[in-house]
């Protein structure tokens, strides 16, 4: 059951942060990753007024006035049906009446206008268009030199943003500045005010893309909500200081978790947010980002810190580990270049405890971060070659992994790889590095390796024979050899050197056909790739960083199974594959792609990690991999690999994927592999009306691969979400209640989403999009 969050305490928390929100400044501070070079102003993904409808007051909009210009400076122009004066200086308008001056339009049914001063005055239905706003009134007085207007009985419009209302008197004081006396501002169709501030008075200032009120009244519905005796809110989507809207939750293990940034736009190359966040049961933790840009560099610093962690001692009691009273953490990511050939990549991070992802993560896979990475490296770059120095490593974040299984500290690292052409067809290149181990309490070392080769790459329209020669050269230098476990490590300085062949080929067929009436082009693409490395005994070699890949149909082609150097496979094998694609000649779409393949072994497989047997069967895992676009609503991906030798499947996973009406979408997936996990996965978002949307998520492990006791392993639910939005012209919310494992232990949280969003003002609560686009696959 997931708990329900108390009422009396829900509503008083939900109007406070509500209240908070909306009496500050809403800041616009868009999200670094997402920034064009050389640029802090990011763009944002655009609200969708689709729902709407045309704005009545755009019947009266005239297209194709200038949107530039000093109109001072501009022409005059003044038309009617009937034109009347008593001097060369006082004239009358009547019918169809108009005044033009570069972006300027006046239209009434009756002016009088002095030439002389150029005062004004409109009678009758009037409008009034400039550059950024667009009015209707019942009558209107002004001055065409000041660029003034006084108009009453008005509806008015932004052309720049969706803000509109209505007043009871508007005085534009020049281009960029207006004053609305008793008026009302929402981005809702004046025929439906969803929602609307009501003020005695509202400036807009749309040079600095800011309004301004007094007497302030929120009403949702034409009912009143809350009263402010200020307030001010964007009129377009420019950086400014300010609050920012709070992300608002609620968790068994934090509490109610309210977070209120404050957005700081210092310069136009850099800004920073600062974000308190109360949590009822742990505390008030401090945090903030740093977003800076120059010409040669752009980055984030994030920082969090909670000074006292009220559950601390709880914790610490139900774990059995110590969990320390202070809490934070930091993350510095910087790009920086040099010149065009050398550049730099930082990405630092670091928690307090292995539990801080766990007890404070927002994010949906934030809490299942097992290995925190650092890395920082200068890379360099040139026509043939690349290069980079620098290193990286790992903290634990997983509380149930034991302090050995930290990886190696990788500094420092050095790697060079190129390729360069010799003679005709014939290429030499070298993929070399060079790093230095190291990690508490075990053995450290250095490591060389070296990989210089021969390449005859012959490829032609419908056939490829690429042809590779090499040599793979790894040295170490160890240190504190005494302290390993491994018996069989006897030298400082044990080396390997061996030669690699490979030859990689393939064919490609082609032919028409007709489907339906529908043209199509198959391929048929049988590929063949040898590989030939003789055995050479690895077991005096150390495990630094080297992993055995699970199979896949990528490693057919690949010349060793191993991540790392410290094992480099032995090989007299065959790889033997067939794909082929059905591509729709109208679209160049790939409506389906199917492979399979296997490898032959001629030789048993005697390189191995330390404890795992030599492989002495003749041929490998069948691969195989389907992809099919029935259409752009249907999609079904099938991947299956079956071991002939134990005659069993060893991996199998089936998606299926629908996508209805206009923004609705259904998956299914069923993912198993032997002896790791056996999933199901059903998710969902479904329209029940053009405003309404149901969402939900059921990730079910049929058994439960977190269990330390394979008896105990009964499937269990590792994660559950269900949630409904709103979405209508100027509103939407979303509520969403979630179940999820929290950590590689086992343990699960509970916890409830809200997000509301006045559209063209801000949005409330827990922002769950990029959640639900990554719960929900396919998610719009």
Not at 276 to 290: A, S, W
Request: with cysteine; aromatic share 12%; net charge negative.
């Amino acid at each position: 059951m997931l708990p329900s969050l108390p009422v009396a305490v829900g509503r008083r928390h939900l109007a406070l942060a509500i209240l908070l929100a909306l009496a500050f400044t809403p800041a616009h501070a868009e999200d670094a990753p997402a920034c064009p070079a050389g640029t802090l102003k990011c763009p944002k993904k655009p609200v969708d007024w689709g729902m709407c409808g045309k704005n009545d007051l755009l019947d009266f909009y005239v297209p194709g006035l200038p949107t530039t210009g000093d109109r001072s400076a501009a022409p005059r122009d003044a038309s009617a049906l009937k034109v009347s004066t008593t001097d060369k200086n006082h004239y009358v308008l009547e019918g169809k009446a108009e005044i033009r001056q570069l972006d300027l339009f006046l239209h009434a049914e009756k002016i009088t206008y002095d030439a002389e001063t150029t005062d004004f005055t409109a009678a009758g239905p009037v409008t009034y268009q400039d550059r950024g706003l667009l009015l209707s009134a019942d009558r209107a007085k002004g001055n065409t030199d000041l660029d003034q207007c006084t108009l009453d009985g008005v509806r008015y419009q932004l052309l720049q943003s969706r803000g509109n209302g209505v007043a009871q008197v508007a005085v534009v004081d020049d281009v960029d500045h207006a004053r609305l006396t008793r008026a009302t501002y929402s981005t809702c169709n004046l025929r439906d005010q969803q929602w609307a501030f009501a003020a005695r008075d509202i400036e807009l200032d749309r040079a600095e893309g800011i309004g301004r009120a007094h007497d302030v009244t929120f009403r949702v519905h034409d009912v009143p909500v809350f009263w402010l005796p200020y307030l001010r809110f964007p009129l377009d989507d420019r950086r400014v200081s300010g609050f920012l809207y709070p992300l608002v939750g609620y968790g068994e293990r934090r509490g109610f978790d309210l977070t209120l940034p404050y957005y700081l736009n210092l310069a136009p190359n850099y800004d920073a947010t600062l974000s308190p966040r109360i949590m009822t049961e742990r505390g008030l933790m401090l945090g903030g980002e740093f977003r800076y840009l120059t010409e040669s560099s752009s980055g984030t610093f994030n920082a969090e810190y909670l000074a006292h962690d009220n559950r601390a001692d709880d914790e610490s009691r139900e774990t059995g580990d110590k969990v320390p009273d202070s809490r934070w953490w930091y993350q510095w990511k910087d790009v920086t270049t040099f010149n065009a050939n050398w550049g730099a990549n930082v990405n630092l991070n670091r928690v307090s405890d292995d539990r801080y992802f766990e007890d404070f993560g927002r994010g949906l896979y934030s809490s299942a971060i097992g290995f925190l990475p650092s890395s920082a490296y200068i890379n360099g770059h040139g026509t043939w070659w690349n290069a980079s120095i620098g290193g990286d490593r790992y903290q634990i974040t997983d509380p149930t992994l034991p302090s050995q299984y930290e990886p190696y500290r990788r500094l420092p690292r050095l790697t060079f790889t190129g390729q360069h052409a010799l003679a005709g067809l014939l290429e030499g290149g070298i993929d070399a590095e060079a790093v230095s181990f190291s990690k508490d309490h075990a053995l450290d070392g250095q490591r060389v390796d070296l990989y210089p080769h021969l390449d005859l790459p012959i490829e032609r329209a419908a056939w490829f024979v690429r042809p590779e020669l090499g040599y793979r050269y790894t040295s170490y230098s160890l240190d504190h050899l005494d302290e390993s476990s491994n018996p069989l490590l006897q030298g400082r300085h044990p080396s390997r050197g061996v030669p690699i062949f490979s030859v990689d080929s393939g064919l490609v067929f082609e032919r028409s056909l007709d489907i339906g009436g529908e043209a199509y082009t198959q391929t048929f693409e049988p590929r063949a790739y040898y590989l030939r490395v003789p055995y050479r005994d690895q077991d005096d070699l150390p495990i630094f960083d080297t992993q055995d890949v699970p199979f896949s149909f990528g490693q057919l082609f690949r010349s060793n199974r191993f991540v790392g150097a410290d094992r480099q496979m032995d090989a007299n094998n065959l790889s033997l594959a067939l794909t082929t694609r059905f591509l729709e000649d109208a679209t160049g779409v790939e409506r389906v792609s199917a492979s399979i393949g296997e490898i032959r072994y001629f030789d048993d497989q005697r390189v191995q990690l330390p404890g795992v047997p030599p492989t002495d069967f003749g041929g490998s895992i069948y691969a195989g991999e389907i992809d099919l676009h029935l259409s752009d609503r249907w999609r079904i991906v099938l991947d299956q690999q079956w071991n002939p030798n134990q005659h069993r499947t060893e991996l199998s996973t089936f998606t299926l994927q629908n996508r209805f009406g206009d923004e609705g979408i259904v998956n299914f997936s069923y993912r198993y592999r032997r002896n790791f996990l056996e999933q199901v996965d059903v998710s969902a978002a479904i329209p029940l009306t053009p405003a309404w949307r149901l969402i939900a998520r059921e990730n079910y492990a049929l058994n439960d691969p977190l269990a330390t006791d394979p008896r105990g392993r009964d499937g269990r639910t590792l994660e559950r979400f269900i949630g409904i939005e709103h979405d209508t012209c100027c509103v939407a919310w979303r509520v969403i209640a979630r179940h999820w494992i929290r950590s590689v232990g086992g343990q699960a949280d509970d916890a409830i989403y809200f997000e509301l969003e006045f559209k063209g003002v801000g949005s409330i609560g827990q922002q769950t999009d990029s959640f639900l686009r990554r719960g929900i696959l396919g998610y719009q």
